[in-house]
Each structure stands twice: as C-alpha cells, then as structure tokens.
C-alpha cells in the first residue's frame, strides 16, 4: 500500500491523503491552504475518478473546502463524514470565498462542484468506536476527536492494513467530548481480540504545536494571570475567536474563572453557545447546563450597534470582550483593535493560528502603526503538542507514524527528538511525498 501526501504534512493547512492500495484508493480530507489567494492540494486530476471513497474529518476549511475539486474532476462517490460537518460547510464555503475575492483572486470551482457533493453520515451507520463495514476488504471505525464540533479520527481496516488518521485532535477541550483512540481500550474490550491485533501499519497523526508540551491547564493559567494584570490596571482584554470554536470554550472559561466579570460579546459567539446546547451527543457530561446558565448570566453584555460598543467601552467599567474573527481580518476585528490600541492599559490576545498577512498577524509583528496596547498570542490548545503525540504512540502503536500540521522544520524537529527518545518509523514528510507502506 502506498501513502501519497498531496498537502498537510510539513505545512499548516490543505490537508489531504491519500492511500492506494490493490482494490481501493482512499482519501483523507481535502482542504485548502490560507496563503495568497489560496493554495489548493497537489491534486491529479487523472486518479481522481478512481477514487473508492472519501473521508472528511471536519469542518475546517483547512480539511474541505478543496473537496468540490473532486467533483470538477470527475468523483462520482460520496463523502463520509458527520452531521455537524455537513451542516457547518456551507458557512466555511461563504468564508473561503470571501478571502479569496478579498485577495484579488479566483475559486477554481462553482457552485456546481459544491452542490454536486453528496455525503454519507457516519454516525447514522456506526457508533463510535464499532466497526462499520464498508465493501470487501475496507471497514472503518470513527471517534470524536475533540477538536471542533462533528470531527473525528478515523481507522481503517483496508485490504489487511490498520490505518489510524487522528484528524485534528484535542483531549483537553473544556467543552468538546473525545473518544479515546487507544488500542488497548477498544480491542481488549472487543468480543474477538484476536481479530484486530493492536499494531497499526500507518498512523498520521496530527502534531500542529510541534515541539510544544504545554498542557491547556498550564496555557489558561497564563491567560488567567495575563487577564488579571490587564483588569487590574483598569483596560480591556480583546479576544479575536472564530464564531464558532475557541471561543465558546473561553466564554465558559471566563465566566467560571472570573465571577462577576463584566464581558463583551459579540451576538454571533453567544449564538455559537445556544448551537452548541443542541448538539449534546457531542459534549462533556454537564456543559449543556453550564450553557444554560450562561445564556441568563448577567455578566454578559451583547451590544446591538457601534453606539453601544462604545459606550460599553469608554464607561468605568474593564471588559474581557469577545469578538468574531480570530485572524482579524473583518471590519469590526479592525475596529476593536483600533479602539484599544490608543492605550497601553489595553490587550488583544490572539488565541489561536494567525496566518502570514492577516491582521492578527501584522499586529503581533509589530507591523500596525500607532498600536500601543498589548498585543500577545496565548495559545487554547485544540491541536496536539509533543507530549499529545507522546501518548498517542503508545495508545496506537504503528509501524509508521506520520506527523502532520506544522511547518517542515518543526516537524524534522519533533521526529528528531521521538528518534532520540527510543521510537520507530516517525516520518516528517511534505506536500508531493510518496510513502510505501
Ligand atoms: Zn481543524
Ligand atoms: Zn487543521
């Protein structure tokens, strides 16, 4: 079997695997690349027909928003993936589309490609964790990943290989269940132990803060301090989050960690919370009554026009606000940021990926004139660092191990170290690569 890498190792973003073996020829993912006008996968249009099956893992527009090329070129199957998945695409297709006009350039798809994909659920044919037979030789087994609303990791049982993909993965979201891929835990549980031996041929692991091993406990705690020191000096903290991720993780955060805290936040992030509440097969035991008890608190201000942010903001009282966009590109991202940045009382932390050229990322170069607040990256974790993928080796022990979602010389470096540390077959590859397993 053979492993082709056509984008997401040795880079952050377009995601896309593709595993061909006698019978099948598998994908995993098939997204995009934040860069210029976008960068799409190393696609070849001539295998795509051959194509025996599609897997999304999420949302993201790093893992979908190249799948409508699939069918421009001839993909005829499905696309397995779940129901939140689908639900949340057509919000990343507006988005992608609006950065790539915003920057001067072209979709190399339409609408046709994009109403042409047809999906299949997996959590409508499987549970978690049970195995779902697909066609001769090829079953598939999926857990929720943690990482965003609907994503998953998946394994595949494919002409006698074992093939682990993590997705993108979080153990520690405060709000996001995850199903443990651990070999140990699900075979040893199974009727027939004998029938999955625990060794995978192929795992590709998602590793995106390279050689970092903070824990998200160790990463809030610094936020914490950061916020309090910004409070207590009478300023605001700005908090740039995606509508839909991140933030309703801090929002839950905030209002537990800081009673009685004033906070600011933009309708669309409260209405990512209420999304949230329905989609309870999907969370940790408990967070829909947090969300509840959120959606009445008293210490949530939602302005409704431009008069009333600034008058929420130049009144006595300090806020944690949140607002759309967690790379700042939109208009009111700017305004925030142009509003605080008169004052060096004032902080906007970026909390997630800030991509070359976005606002986010001038501002944390130092690149935006007249900007005197605080501008600091703190990290929430919802990827996997170096101790994550520690575990992650010894819960899916395999032959060959992938790491993917960072820039090529982080991951030489991380591969490095495991080597060192006494692991097997840890590869840092990148876009155009071909592994034969
Ligand atoms: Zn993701
Ligand atoms: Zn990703």
């Not at 790539?100 to 072209?106: I, L, N, Q, T, Y």
């Not at 390279?210 to 406990?217: K, L, R, V």
């Not at 201000?301 to 967690?326: A, K």
Request: glycine share 8%; aromatic share 8%; net charge negative.
């Amino acid at each position: 079997m053979e492993l082709r890498v056509w984008g997401g190792a040795g880079e952050h973003g377009r995601s896309c695997y593709v595993l061909t073996g006698e019978q099948h020829r598998i994908m995993l993912d098939c997204g995009v690349k934040k860069e210029g006008t976008g960068q799409y996968p190393l696609l070849d249009a001539d295998l795509i027909p051959q194509l025996t099956a599609v897997f999304l893992t999420h949302a993201h527009e790093d893992h979908s928003m190249a799948l409508p090329l699939l069918y421009k070129h001839g993909y005829q199957g499905e696309i397995w993936t779940t129901k939140p998945t689908v639900l949340q695409l057509e919000l990343y297709f507006a988005n992608w589309r609006k950065y790539v006009e915003r920057r001067g350039g072209e979709l190399p798809y339409d609408h046709t490609h994009i109403s042409a994909m047809r999906f299949r659920i997996l959590e409508e044919e499987a549970e978690a964790g049970d195995w779902l037979l697909l066609s001769d030789g090829f079953s598939v087994q999926w857990g929720r990943s943690g990482h965003m609303l609907g994503s998953v990791w998946l394994r595949l049982q494919l002409e006698g290989h074992r093939i682990f993909f993590s997705g993108d993965f979080s153990r520690e979201s405060a709000l996001l269940a995850n199903d443990s891929p651990s070999v140990h835990t699900l075979y040893e549980s199974s009727d027939e132990p004998n029938l999955f031996p625990p060794e995978m041929t192929l795992s590709i692991i998602d590793n995106a803060y390279g050689a970092d091993e903070q824990s998200q406990s160790q990463k809030l705690n610094a936020l914490r301090q950061l916020i309090l020191e910004v409070l207590e000096r009478g300023g605001h903290v700005l908090l740039p989050v995606p509508a839909f991720g991140r933030g309703q993780d801090l929002l839950l955060w905030a209002l537990s960690t800081f009673p009685g805290q004033h906070l600011l936040i933009e309708q669309e992030i409260r209405e990512g919370l209420q999304q949230l509440a329905e989609w309870k097969d999907w969370l940790r035991p408990g967070i829909v009554h947090a969300i509840n008890k959120a959606m009445i608190s008293p210490n949530i201000h939602i302005p409704v026009s431009w008069d009333d942010r600034v008058r929420l903001l130049q009144g006595e009282n300090s806020f944690i606000i949140f607002t759309t966009d967690g790379m700042m590109e939109s208009a009111r991202a700017r305004w925030y940021a142009e509003h605080l940045s008169s004052s060096a009382d004032h902080a906007i932390v970026i909390t997630g990926h800030a991509s070359e050229e976005t606002f986010a990322r001038q501002l944390l170069k130092g690149e935006i004139e007249g900007t005197s607040c605080e501008v600091i990256q703190m990290g929430y974790k919802i990827h996997q660092g170096l101790d994550d993928v520690r575990l992650m080796l010894h819960e899916v022990p395999s032959r060959h191990t992938v790491l993917v979602h960072a820039p090529k010389p982080v991951t030489d470096q991380v591969a490095d170290r495991l080597a060192e540390e006494g692991a097997r077959g840890i590869y840092s590859l990148q876009p155009g690569a071909v592994l034969n397993i």
